[in-house]
Structure formats: structure tokens, C-alpha cells
């Protein structure tokens, strides 16, 4: 079955930056999304980034122009740059991904079939 590893969170300063990284393997659909999402104690899991099979990108408007979500197909790992990091950015975060039928990349977590263990940004 697919699975999904992440690595790369850890605790930073304000202003720092992570990579934050997602081993994807026995992932066999050509047209799929994948995603970044986030979770911080009392609050609901929300989307920060998705990701086409086709490279279609897009971000969340509370980290435009500070995160970036990327692929390396040969790699099978899935990225998300964050720069300028925030207090408000501390949450477990989690890579997700499912089947494309049609459209874009869904924002919302119940969309998504498979997901990793979660990777704990801290910033302080």
C-alpha cells in the first residue's frame, strides 16, 4: 500500500527557515495531487499547500510568498520550502496525497486517501 514518510521539522527562531520532506513510495496513479497540510493543538487540520501531478502549485494565502511546495519525481519525495517562519506557523504537519479524477487539488484533509505520520515545526 502507498506510503508516506515525512522528515525535517524540528524547532527554529522566527524569521528561520525548514524544508520539510516526504518519501512517497507504491504510489502508481498518473494523475494524483499531493499536499502539505497542518494541525495545531485546538485547532482544525488545514490545508498549506497542494501539488498537481502536472506541477500545478498552490499555497494557502497565510504563507504565500513564504512556503513553497515542490516534487523530485525521481526522488518520489514531495518538498515544502518555509522561510520566514512564524510562531503561528507551530503545528504538526503532515504530507497527503490521493487520486486525480478531474479539476484541481482539493483543500479540504477528507479529500485525501493517504497520509504520513505528521512532523512536529516548532517556532518560537
Known amino acids: 500500500h502507498v506510503q508516506l514518510v515525512e522528515s525535517g521539522g524540528g524547532s527554529v527562531e522566527a524569521g528561520r527557515s525548514l524544508r520539510l520532506s516526504c518519501a512517497v513510495s507504491?504510489?502508481?496513479?498518473?494523475?494524483?495531487?499531493m499536499a502539505w497540510f497542518r494541525q495545531a493543538p485546538g485547532s482544525e487540520r488545514e490545508g498549506v499547500a497542494t501539488?498537481?501531478?502536472?506541477?500545478?502549485?498552490t499555497s494557502a494565502n497565510s504563507v504565500k510568498g513564504r512556503f513553497t511546495i515542490s516534487t523530485d519525481n525521481a526522488k518520489n519525495t514531495l518538498y515544502l520550502q518555509m522561510d520566514s517562519l512564524k510562531p503561528e506557523d507551530t503545528a504538526m504537519y503532515y504530507c497527503?496525497?490521493?487520486?486525480?479524477?478531474?479539476?484541481?487539488?482539493?483543500?479540504?484533509?477528507?479529500?485525501?486517501?493517504?497520509w504520513g505520520q505528521g512532523t512536529q515545526v516548532t517556532v518560537s
Open positions: 507504491k504510489y502508481t496513479y498518473s494523475r494524483h495531487c
Open positions: 497527503a496525497a490521493t487520486r486525480l479524477y478531474f479539476g484541481t487539488c482539493s483543500w479540504f484533509h477528507g479529500e485525501y486517501d493517504f
Open positions: 501539488i498537481r501531478n502536472d506541477g500545478l502549485a
